[in-house]
């Protein structure tokens, strides 16, 4: 976090709006991509697996179908799988600037994992291709691969469902506490189960009705690939519910809001028309709306993500607003000293000092009897002699008197706190204020 | 009466309904934990807007300013309405959540506020603000940054875990009966 906390300014309620958008849209292709990976490689290496103990032709060629569909090219992987990462790091680092999740040096360790599992899923891809393979060198890359894999995307997830709980941030000392709790493991099912399921709605949808790719030429394989491709997404379908409702129930009190219901409802929503479109493919035999059944699935992601970003601002709307007022801050005392810049050109008019005292001081001061603030003859006779002070205490009023509630800043142009510090002092007698010229006079700031 | 239905369409005709049902559950169920977040733990409507944001945030007030028994009892005390009269007399008389104010000192009667924090098993569970306070626990640990809140929320779970967390954190003891008496 120190890197983030050195180099950034507070963001802005403007600036955390667009971190907010970036990372919705960071989701929408991020979430469902890995998730392909993931369940791609998974069953990739799973059908490599029942090949080397039994070969078996359609095996053999459902493991380099899987993954020529996930990943058509190097390019690829890197747009879609590499990039995303350090968007979700920088994102999270500036959210989080200036608080401590126990969990944010996981992210960029999970990151990194997940960056380098490419290198040996690539290398697995490129093995697939090989004639006479070496099916140990096959299953160790593709297993090492999906290993890496799963590990940093699980560091992934639990580092970012971690920042949903900042009850627990100054207790998780060690890694297995910051890894191991019920809403990790249930956003990581509902990651991983869903990227399963489109998986299944890729092979449907990248093989069947997309018109980019060469169509199959063995009817008995392109049989099976849709029976598989269809079976797997449905049974994988009818579990995400169940997944989503742990993952919500074991969501932290402070992550939650009514909005996650609503959308969670649509999720359903969604993952039942998927559903019912699935079925349809394994009972009409062929593959109908395979582009509505993906685009529906990459609603599901892009609803997810939404929830999730949901939960990262609810459960940081104190350090969001503690970030904003830093910035607010900062923009008033930029303010303060422009207007001290100007100040030479500031006259003081007795006149407005009156007016000023009579519409804004009135409201809690009287000269001679105590209202909400002290009677002010017997606060100013202590700025006699001392006009830059009083404007300056006026300008940013601190705690004087426990007696009293704390005065606001006024919130008006220093020429009228000028002016009425002049027209005040004036009044109680002090003959040494400037009047009826230019100030001349530094406000100390 | 001949019945001559396949059986893969008998399979279509319970799965459908099956289906629907199945996905229609979870509907509910997201429907009725809405309905309870709503209804029990999102931020309730106060009888006027007060602002902690204004009075917290801006004029600097200190939480023992209005909530004058926090340090003395165990109850953190909600202040009277002449206690808001004593500034709100001259102070911002104009706006409308004002006049209200005004009305319910001038008719004598007392704001009903509605609670915020409620300890989830209250009923077996002793807090004193009191200890809390004198041990200069900020009441921002369990009320949150009140400063930034226009309208007052939970922003703490007040579960058990919170509690003991804390508790550790501190060196405060932990043994049951600290809390359960």
Request: aromatic share 12%; charged share 20%; glycine share 8%.
């Amino acid at each position: 976090m120190g890197l983030f906390d050195t180099h950034i300014i507070p963001p802005s309620a403007g600036h955390l709006v667009l971190l907010r958008l970036l990372l919705v849209m960071t989701y929408a292709f991020f979430l469902p991509y890995l998730g392909m990976v993931v369940g791609a490689t998974f069953l990739s290496v799973t059908f490599n697996a029942r090949d080397r103990d039994i070969p078996n032709h359609t095996f053999a060629r459902m493991a380099k179908d899987l993954m020529d569909m996930v990943i058509p090219n190097r390019w690829a992987a890197l747009i879609l799988g590499v990039i995303p990462l350090l968007l979700l790091w920088m994102i999270y680092g500036e959210w989080l600037a200036k608080s401590s999740p126990s969990s944010f040096y996981l992210l960029p360790i999970g990151a990194v994992i997940v960056a380098v599992s490419f290198g040996p899923i690539l290398s697995y891809r490129a093995t697939l291709y090989r004639d006479g393979r070496n099916s140990l060198v096959n299953f160790g890359l593709g297993g090492a691969g999906l290993a890496t894999l799963m590990l940093g995307s699980y560091l992934l997830v639990g580092a970012i469902t971690r920042f949903n709980d900042p009850e627990r941030w100054p207790l998780d000392h060690t890694v297995l506490r910051q890894l191991l709790s019920f809403n990790i493991i249930w956003r990581y099912a509902v990651f991983f189960i869903g990227g399963v399921a489109f998986t299944g709605v890729g092979l449907l949808f990248f093989y069947f009705t997309w018109s980019g790719k060469k169509p199959l030429d063995d009817e008995k394989y392109a049989t099976f690939m849709r029976n598989f491709g269809a079976g797997l997404a449905l049974g994988t379908t009818a579990l995400l519910p169940v997944m989503l409702f742990f993952w919500v129930v074991t969501t932290p009190f402070v992550a939650i809001s009514g909005t996650i219901f609503g959308v969670a409802i649509v999720i359903v929503v969604v993952l039942f028309v998927a559903f019912m479109l699935l079925y349809h493919t394994i009972t009409g035999q062929r593959v109908r709306h395979g582009s509505l059944v993906f685009i529906l699935f990459l609603m599901f992601f892009l609803l997810t993500g939404f929830n999730d970003q949901l939960t990262l601002v609810n459960a940081t709307q104190e350090h969001s607003a503690a970030l904003v007022a830093e910035a607010e801050e900062i923009k008033a005392q930029e303010e303060i000293e422009r207007e001290a810049d100007r100040a030479s050109a500031i006259v003081v008019d007795m006149g407005r000092g009156k007016e000023v005292f009579e519409t804004v001081c009135m409201t809690c001061h009287r000269l001679d009897e105590r209202l909400v603030g002290p009677p002010l003859n017997t606060v100013l006779p202590k700025y006699h002699g001392r006009y830059d002070d009083l404007v300056a205490f006026v300008q940013k009023p601190s705690k004087k008197n426990p007696d009293y509630p704390p005065m606001p800043a006024p919130g008006i142009p220093l020429g009228d706190i000028k002016s009425v510090a002049a027209y005040l002092l004036d009044l109680t007698g002090d003959s040494s204020v400037p009047a009826g010229e230019e100030s001349g006079h530094d406000s100390g700031h | 009466m001949k019945f001559d239905i396949h059986p893969s369409r008998l399979r279509d005709m319970a799965a459908i309904p099956a289906a629907i049902g199945f996905f229609v559950l979870f509907v509910l169920i997201f429907m009725a934990l809405g309905y309870d977040w709503y209804r029990n733990k999102v931020a309730p409507d106060q009888p006027i807007a007060f602002s902690h944001k204004i009075h917290v945030g801006r004029v600097g007030l200190e939480c023992q300013f209005c909530h004058e028994t926090v340090s003395r009892s165990t109850f953190a005390g909600i202040p009277p309405v002449q206690k808001c009269m004593s500034c709100h007399q001259n102070v911002a008389t104009d706006r409308p959540e004002i006049q209200k104010l005004t009305g319910y000192w001038q008719r004598e009667e007392p704001m009903e506020w509605n609670r915020v924090h409620r300890l989830r098993i209250r009923k077996h569970v002793f807090f004193s603000h009191k200890a809390h306070i004198r041990k200069g626990i900020d009441c921002s640990a369990c009320h949150g940054e009140v400063k930034y809140m226009d309208k007052i929320r939970r922003v703490r779970s007040l579960e058990m875990g919170f509690c003991v967390g804390c508790h550790r954190q501190n060196g405060a003891p932990t043994d049951c009966l600290t809390c359960h008496q």
